[in-house]
């Protein structure tokens, strides 16, 4: 005869396969309540896409975006260039340090009052701070359906044509105006940005660029690349070539995000075939010196004596620009027809751009509005 087993085994035998069994349950009730959990934060926190409205009536306009330090010393330039265009043909916003008002006391020119951004930040040269105020400016030009191009100008960029020739190059292209090619001569690409960027979609080129509507609201729309600018770009401290351990500093890493921002997020949403991967706005960059002295960081800049006609000539010639690290020429175009690569230049001094007014250059103007300096 077979023995029974012990009343008492029993019952724990019992007792144990039903905790087992409730701790299997309550295994997977937290693993579903995790999951759900996970599922609501994501939905809560989607990418920062928003509700465009893209229907208007009227003439299509061009955003002018000014990224500037404080206020616009060559106003009486663009006061000229926008008084000779069409006021339904263009809108203006202006990024200057917070608090900053454009009014009569602080600008010669009407067209600027009232335009600058409340939500302005303060910006430093080479830190991401560039690129939010870059981020911003196109944020709340987005939000006019009738701005169909967006063109990014500090407060040394001229223009070099007249309001009609500038308003019918930039409407008359499908495409955006980005300088952009492959960085292969400085290690800025840091591997850590990977797996959100890619090395291959690392890019480089000038910040001063001009994009057509849907390009704008990807900037506006991005929620990866600021980001991880904000973490892994940033620049190295301004050399100074005289103090030496020149050589030894050259191998931090280094990262301009104004440089490479944008470029990089277009080609990172398969954009890059819808540029002319150019800039419009010319810079005359200084050769001399230790490759990183203080000195090469910046364009040359303009002064009245070389802001003549024969120079302003020189620079719209250029019909073709030669990219070295791809072996590329870029043929300048506007909508498939050749045509001068720049329609804007910087860095223009105060006395550089009342030559280009007193010549005539941007159109008429009017005498006593330019010497009627604020107060």
Known sequence: MMKRRPASSSLRHRLFLFGLKLVILLS???CLFALLRLHSLYKLQPARHRRYIHHFEGSPKIAFLFLVRENLPLDFLWHSFFQNGDVANFSIYVHSKPGFV??????RSTFFYGRQLRNSIRVAWGEPSMIEAETLLFEAAIDNPANQRFVLLSDSCVPLYNFSYVYSYLMSSPRSFVDSFVDVKELRYNPKMSPGIPEAKWRKGSQWIALIRRHAEVVVDDDVVLSLFKKFCKRRPLLDSSK??????QIEHNCIPDEH????LLTLRGLEDELERRTLTYSLWNQSGVKMDTKSWHPVTFNYANAGQLQINKIKDIKHIDYKSENRTELCRTNSSLAPCFVFARKFSHGAAMRLLIDGVVGTYDLDALFDTPK
């Open 28 to 30: 997977a009730f937290l």
């Open 261 to 264: 921002f944008v470029q990089t």
């Open 102 to 107: 454009f009014d009569k006391s602080t600008t």
């Open 244 to 249: 030496g351990n020149v050589s030894l500093k």
